[in-house]
């Protein structure tokens, strides 16, 4: 039978004290975030999805120990629960589909464009298009604000592939908003109103070489 020193017995309670304010530090200022995280990947359940991740955190506390840390385990596994999920709703619609069943059954992936501007929410929807990777990329860059290494942390990539993905998210980003805007009733609109007035001045123009 294994022997504890008394100070051994009174440092269990204190270690499990320290962690759980530790996490419950960690999850009133990193919750939100990580819930909009998930929602901007794509994720139909994103408080699920975060409230598993501080599970396995809980878990693993010992082997962090650190704020900085742990907050980076936390991303990532954020990251891989949401494309886990995003995979499993792909292959749940297209076992529907070959069964005839409605699709409509299926929980569907929409992002929360809750006090976002309009803008924000166009953009948000033209991210549900993209590659999971290039759309992680760009959320952790320009949502979250990292760096490429803590992106390369929370991706399980290195930091050229984080590059990688970025620069060709940011392409197919940039082209599914213009063909967007072009399509728009405002841009059709606008692109109306510009006939009718180049009309306008055509007629007026003929009036004046007919005098």
């Known amino acids: 039978m294994t022997e504890f020193s008394m100070a ?16 419950a530090a960690i999850f009133s200022e990193h919750h939100t975030p990580l819930v909009r995280l ?33 907050v980076a385990y936390l991303r990532s596994v954020v990251c891989n629960l949401t494309r886990m999920r995003i995979r499993h709703l792909q292959v749940a619609r297209k076992h529907l589909a070959r069964s005839g069943a409605d699709p409509t059954t299926a929980h569907t992936i929409e992002l929360d464009g809750t006090g976002l501007r309009e ?19 760009l959320v952790l860059r320009y949502w979250l604000d990292l760096r490429e290494v803590e992106i390369a942390d929370a991706m399980n990539i290195s930091a050229g592939a984080v590059k990688s993905h970025a620069s060709r998210g940011m392409t197919a980003l940039t082209k599914i908003l213009e063909e967007r805007q072009a399509e728009s009733p405002r841009a059709q609109s606008d692109h109306s109103e510009a006939d009718e007035s180049y009309s306008g001045k055509q007629k007026r123009s003929r009036r004046v070489r007919g005098r």
């Not at 051994?8 to 996490?23: F, T, V, W």
């Not at 998930?38 to 650190?66: M, N």
């Not at 929410?121 to 992680?136: I, M, N």
Request: charged share 40%.
């Open 38 to 70: 998930s929602t901007l990947l794509g994720a139909d359940d994103p408080e699920d999805i975060v409230g598993e991740a501080f599970y396995q955190l809980f878990r693993r506390w010992r082997r962090l120990r650190d704020t900085d840390s742990a």
């Open 8 to 23: 051994e017995i009174e440092e269990e309670p204190a270690a499990a004290s320290e962690r759980e304010q530790a996490i």
């Open 119 to 137: 803008d924000q929410r166009e953009l948000l929807e033209a991210l549900k298009e993209l590659p999971s990777r290039q759309r992680e990329a």
